[in-house]
């Protein structure tokens, strides 16, 4: 075998979004679009490393949600750190890891970084969608000025080094070589069950499920299911199909792996029934995200961070408190009444969860989650479906109380925030950025407005100042802030590979037990109106409603 030096060109569009280049993979399979990336990636990584060795004797960790074309990107980013001085390649067995493990992993073998191939929710097959990002040696996403840094070479990028070896056997546990560099096929789940072990109490896990606690997981035929059936049905005694579609296929068996009512609907009517296990989640495709599900009953992702929050100190990684929360902008406030009357710090970021990072880093947040179904901790530096469950299931242990028990005792406490996130899909992107760019030039004349008996108090567009390392993102979110504590936000999705997708989150606060009951989008529907009012959403967008509420 040896190392190639072929030509290549730059592509368009291979500026990494929200989280990560995804496209569709018809875009992934044009010849050394991939390769194009890659090298643009090891080359940035090469040319910034402070110690001018770069990659240089360095270790990466690589791993994928198993979807369509992740077998074969494997090989050819094997051959790629091969060519670009890699010293050694951690690969999830069968090129598996989930997004939480790659994390995981990077950090509890000191790697100097990891890349992940996922499209996380977005659907996958040979129609689907592909993905790639890097992790850096914290075990977090890139920061904006690496992977603006890589968007950059990316246009100005002229060849590509790769080796000519033949593929690896990726489905063996143990060590292969590529020229002069190392590939150890690793057990995915082996680096991560630890981690969870560290953090839950696993001898009260076990004693639930053998006095007859029972659960669904609904990992969605993606990269979840092999963590959740090792770790529940293996190693905490859930009776065998606790977990179902537990085997991550190409294309997930058709399902849309995005653990929400719509996409996980099968998860919600199995939870209605009258034979209902006590305790429902589900995991989106690279098992970051999660959903949280009691009989008949769907928790918000923001509601979770704020119950996670209240009760942290129940679960045994957690008895010391919390050093601080940390939420991004469009996730309900709910986090920050329990922060307050903690006497936490709260922080509200960007959307996106590299920029929790810093705060985690910093020792400044302990918790951090999001609207968008996300929620994690300073175990890693991803967040983590399987941790959510896991947190969960032992915090039912702790109480003795039901998912739903807890949540409405929580909105006794503290009141309750209604939610809810509209996303109209497939806009044109002229009439989405149109809306958006009208809004903004809105703002001032919204400042003071009345709208019904409410009043704006706030009209922004959303800019964070990074209080670690001083990094200012400008341009995150139009914020409508009310005086009774509603808001109403719009913004552009980083994460759609099709037009664009326009989401609008809509919240109140009800302090009245006795109006804590209402159906969400009854509750929140006057905000839905007046948000159309000031947008003119449906004119521009040619859509009577939102493609999806949750
Ligand atoms: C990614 C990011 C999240 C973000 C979500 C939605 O999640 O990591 O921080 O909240 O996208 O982003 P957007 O609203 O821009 O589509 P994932 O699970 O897709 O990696």
Redesign the pocket.
Same mark, same amino acid.
């Given at each position: 075998m040896t190392i190639q030096t072929t030509p290549t060109q730059a592509f368009a569009g291979q500026r990494p =979004? +929200?989280?990560?280049l995804?496209k569709k993979v018809s875009v992934f399979l044009q010849p050394n679009y991939l390769e194009n990336f890659v090298q643009s990636l090891f080359d940035v990584l090469n040319a910034s490393a402070p110690d001018g060795l770069g990659l240089h004797g360095q270790t990466l960790v690589l791993g994928g949600d198993g979807r369509y074309h992740n077998r074969v990107a494997v090989q050819t980013i094997l051959k790629l750190a091969a060519a670009n001085g890699v010293r050694r390649v951690l690969l999830g067995q069968g090129g598996i890891l989930s +997004?939480p493990a790659v994390s995981a992993v990077i950090r509890a073998r000191e790697a100097f970084g990891g890349i992940v191939l996922?499209?996380?929710?977005?659907p996958g097959g040979p129609d689907g969608d592909f993905g790639i990002?890097y992790n850096a040696s914290n075990g977090g #996403?890139a920061t904006e000025t690496l992977t603006e840094a890589v968007y950059a070479r990316t246009q100005t990028v002229t060849q590509i080094n790769i080796s000519d070896a033949p593929d690896l056997a990726i489905d063996t546990l143990g060590v292969q070589q590529i020229e002069t560099m190392q590939v150890e096929v690793i057990d995915p789940v082996a680096d991560y069950a630890a981690l969870m072990r560290e953090l839950f109490d696993f001898d009260l896990l076990r004693g639930m499920f053998a006095r007859g606690f029972t659960m669904r997981v609904d990992a969605m035929n993606a990269v979840g299911g092999p963590y959740a059936k090792e770790i529940l049905e293996g190693e905490l005694g859930a009776p065998v199909g606790t977990v179902v579609n537990a085997t991550p296929l190409p294309d997930f068996g058709g399902l849309h792996p995005d653990p929400n009512p719509v996409n996980a609907e099968n998860l919600i009517s199995h939870m209605a029934r009258s034979d209902a296990p006590d305790f429902g989640a589900a995991m989106? =495709?690279?098992a970051?995200?999660n959903m949280v599900v009691g009989r008949n009953f769907v928790v918000t992702p923001s509601d979770s961070l704020a119950l996670m929050t209240a009760h942290a100190k129940l679960i045994p990684g957690y008895k010391a408190g919390l050093l601080g929360v940390a939420r991004?902008m #469009?996730t309900s406030a709910a986090v920050d009444r329990v922060a307050r009357a903690l006497g936490l710090p709260c922080f509200e970021t960007p +959307?996106?969860?590299?920029?929790f990072g810093n705060l985690l880093d910093a020792g400044r947040v302990t918790l951090c989650g999001?609207?968008?179904?996300?929620t994690g901790s300073s175990h890693v530096r991803?967040?983590d479906g399987l941790w959510a469950i896991l947190f969960w299931l032992n915090l039912q242990g702790a109480t003795g109380r039901s998912v739903e028990s807890l949540v409405h005792e929580h909105w006794r406490t503290y009141g309750r925030n209604y939610y809810t996130r509209h996303d109209y899909e497939g806009v044109a992107v002229d009439a989405a950025n149109g809306l958006m760019a009208d809004l903004r030039a809105a703002l001032p004349g919204l400042l003071g407005r009345i709208f019904g008996s409410r009043c704006v108090v706030l009209a922004d567009d959303f800019a964070y100042n990074d209080p670690v390392d001083a990094s200012v993102s400008k341009a995150q979110g139009v914020r409508l802030i009310f005086d009774d504590g509603a808001r109403v936000i719009f913004?552009?999705? =980083? +994460?759609?590979t099709e037009g664009a997708?326009l989401?609008l989150y809509l919240e109140s606060y009800e302090a009245d037990p006795a109006r804590q009951d209402i159906p969400v989008q009854s509750a929140l529907a006057d905000l839905a109106a007046l948000a159309d009012q000031v947008a003119g959403i449906a004119r521009r967008t040619g859509m009577s409603g939102p493609s999806v509420a949750t």
């Open positions: =979004g +929200t989280s990560g995804r +997004t996922s499209a996380s929710h977005n990002k #996403p989106d =495709g690279d970051d995200r991004s #469009p +959307t996106g969860w590299k920029f999001e609207e968008s179904y996300g991803e967040k913004r552009l999705s =980083g +994460t759609g997708t989401r």
